[in-house]
C-alpha cells in the first residue's frame, strides 16, 4: 500500500554515491534547504510541497536531503522550528526616555515587526496544522507564548514604574494587545504599519496610571 503524501519517506537514489560516514556536510546545504522548504511550504501547501523541489530550490539533491532528514514531516517540522527560533529581544535602554505611551507602541513594532512572509507562514501553520498539529504547537510555543510573555514583561516593569496602573493584569492587557495585532496581520486588507498604535491608543486609557493621562505620556 502507498504511504499517503504527508507521510512520505525518501528512499535514496541508488545510483548516488552516499557520504562516507564521518564526511563534514557542506556548508550552507540545510541552511538552504530550510530556506526552500518554508518557501515550498507557503506555495504549495503540505500536501502539494515536494522533496525534489525542496532539493532543486535549494541547490542539492533529494539524496542529499534524505541523508539529513527522513521524511517530508521530519523536515518541514525541523525546518518550521529553525525558522520560529529567534532570541529574546533588548529594548535600547535610551528608550526610558521616551513617554510611555510611545515606548509601548516602538516596543511592540520591534517585539512583533510586520513582514510579510512571516505572516504567511503563520496562515500556512495555522491552515497545514489539520495535517500535521506538530505546527500549531510550534506555532504556540515559538511564536504566540514568547511574545505574550515578552508583552506582559513589558508591561510588568512599566508598572513598577507607576507608568501602569495598579491591578492591571499586564498578562491580559498582553494578550489584547497582542490579539488586536493577530487580527490585523491575518486580516491582510486591515494591516498597516500603525496597527500597533491604534491597538495601543485603544487600551491605554484603561491600563496607564491616571496621572499619565493628565501629562498626555
Request: charge should be negative.
Amino acid at each position: 500500500m502507498v504511504a499517503p503524501a504527508e507521510q512520505e519517506v525518501i528512499v535514496a537514489d541508488p545510483t548516488e554515491r552516499r557520504l562516507p560516514a564521518g564526511r563534514p556536510r557542506v556548508p550552507g546545504v540545510e541552511a538552504a534547504v530550510v530556506k526552500a522548504t518554508i518557501h515550498r511550504l507557503i506555495e504549495d501547501g503540505y500536501r502539494g510541497m515536494s522533496l525534489a523541489k525542496v532539493a532543486a530550490d535549494a541547490g542539492t539533491t533529494r539524496p542529499t536531503v534524505y541523508l539529513r532528514w527522513p521524511s517530508k514531516q521530519a523536515l518541514v517540522v525541523d525546518s518550521v522550528r529553525r525558522t520560529l527560533e529567534r532570541q529574546p529581544i533588548e529594548l535600547p535602554d535610551a528608550w526610558i526616555e521616551i513617554p510611555a505611551k510611545e515606548r509601548l507602541v516602538r516596543a511592540l513594532d520591534l517585539l512583533h515587526p510586520d513582514e510579510p512572509e512571516r505572516r504567511l507562514l503563520y496562515a500556512t501553520l495555522l491552515i497545514e496544522s489539520q495535517r500535521l498539529p506538530e505546527l500549531r504547537e510550534l506555532l504556540r510555543e515559538y511564536v504566540l507564548e514568547p511574545t505574550v510573555r515578552e508583552i506582559a514583561a513589558l508591561l510588568e516593569a512599566m508598572q513598577a514604574r507607576g507608568e501602569i496602573r495598579a491591578g492591571v493584569d499586564c498578562g491580559q492587557a498582553a494578550k489584547m494587545l497582542y490579539g488586536m495585532r493577530l487580527v490585523d496581520q491575518f486580516g491582510a486588507n486591515d494591516m498597516t504599519p500603525d496597527s500597533n498604535r491604534r491597538g495601543v491608543e485603544l487600551l491605554w486609557p484603561s491600563i496607564s496610571h491616571p496621572a499619565l493621562e493628565t501629562t498626555g505620556s
